[in-house]
């Protein structure tokens, strides 16, 4: 289901060039700061006081940046104004002519269609939007001790999976990965729903193929990480997997332990809605071998 488009295009098309330059200041200024002081702005765009407050008011409505007075006063660049930064540096690239609607969600991205030379999707990573300190815990890659705002987690978060779809393609059913910018991965867009939402006609033939998939990965290296009945787009063309950036070398320490845990959930579904049974010891053992 398609929904209405949550960034506007209108508000990236009316940027000044000085409300940009203040946005790729905020970003940058941001890997020192957490709330980034008027005064530095300033510095940092050559602008006097008056233009600066009157861009970043006009930033402010357009939903691009915050101000706060805790612990102190300054300015941070938000979601709106990360993405359209990437857009803008994607539509002058020429990976990206427009955007369509919003095509899925989930709790730490977005991904809308598009159009660049052909039908894409865009995958904005918005890590740690709702549960920051948690993805922190919770992922290896993630700093643990140093200053790490939620632009650069999301910005990273992408960087991996587009390396993973680097890697997997074409050996592995992934979306073919496009462009990257920031935070956002443009691929290949995949006509489908997620295995959750198919009806399938032969279960069993499917389970197969996707096991199939779960070995090619391992024979590239890769363990998903993450993997699930909404982690598969199931079509025409058969399986696709998506959503990668969790995904772990097939040399790290925990990757045998990790790997059977996807399996197990995979398997596990087919049990609980086509009553397929399995034994996942040998389905480990194939994956494997």
Known sequence: MCRKMAISAEHIRTLH???????????????RYQWVPLDVIERSVGLSESEVMFRLGRLMEKGMVRYDTVPYEGYSLIFGGYDS???????TKGSVRALGCIIGEGKESVVYEGLGLGAVALKFH?????????????????????????????KH???????????????????????????????????GVTLNQAIVEEPEELREEIIQEIRNAYRQGI????????????????????????????DHPNAAAVLSHDLENILGYFFRKYKLSYNLGDTLECVTS
């Not at 060039?17 to 890997?31: G, H, K, V």
């Not at 598969?232 to 997997?241: H, K, L, N, P, S």
């Open 85 to 91: 930064l990437a857009l803008s540096s994607l539509a």
């Open 223 to 250: 363990v998903h990480a993450d993997f699930s009945e909404f982690n598969i787009m199931a079509g025409e063309q058969g399986c696709t997997i998506i959503d990668w950036p969790q995904w772990i070398g097939t």
């Open 157 to 191: 978060s992408a960087e991996r999976e587009f390396l993973a779809l680097k890697t997997l393609h074409p050996h592995v059913h992934v979306p073919l990965p496009v462009d990257l910018n920031r935070h956002v991965v443009v691929m290949e867009f995949i006509q």
């Open 126 to 154: 918005h890590v740690g939007q709702r549960s920051f300190q948690s993805v922190r815990l919770n992922r290896e890659y993630m700093p643990q001790h140093i200053h790490c705002p939620w632009i650069f987690a999301s």
């Open 17 to 31: 060039s000085y409300e940009i330059n203040i946005l790729r200041a905020l970003e940058r200024l941001m890997r």
